[in-house]
């Protein structure tokens, strides 16, 4: 059984700092591309980084800059390193694995930004 578990959501000041960690179990994520998507308060999910298996990461426009997606393939664990965090940036964060069609989420993690 495939479970992707995210974590490392908090509430954090504008301008502050977050990881997100998403563990899988039961695949690889060396085989897959793996991303981390968002769906913020009445909108629709979107992506924000990806690292696929063979080619560069690619981040989403509003993110280039500020967040960092990367891979430990040796835990098992994708990572999302959140940096100057605006408070548009919050929603609830999904990792998402795929592989030839075939997609695994998590549950999601929820980020707010706000003093």
């Known amino acids: 059984q495939v479970q992707l578990v995210e974590s490392g959501g908090a509430l954090v000041q504008p301008g502050g700092s977050l990881r997100l960690s998403c563990t899988a179990s039961?695949?690889?994520?060396?085989?897959?591309?793996m991303g981390w998507y968002r769906q913020g308060p009445g909108k629709q999910r979107e992506l924000v980084a990806r690292i696929p298996r063979q080619t560069n990461t690619n981040y989403a426009d509003s993110v280039k800059g500020r967040f960092t997606i990367s891979r430990d393939n040796g835990k098992n664990t994708v990572y999302l390193q959140m940096t100057s965090l605006k408070p548009e940036d919050t929603a609830v964060y999904y990792c998402n694995a795929y592989q030839w069609g075939t997609n695994y989420w998590g549950q999601g993690t929820q980020v707010t930004v706000s003093s």
């Open positions: 039961g695949i690889f994520v060396s085989n897959y591309d």
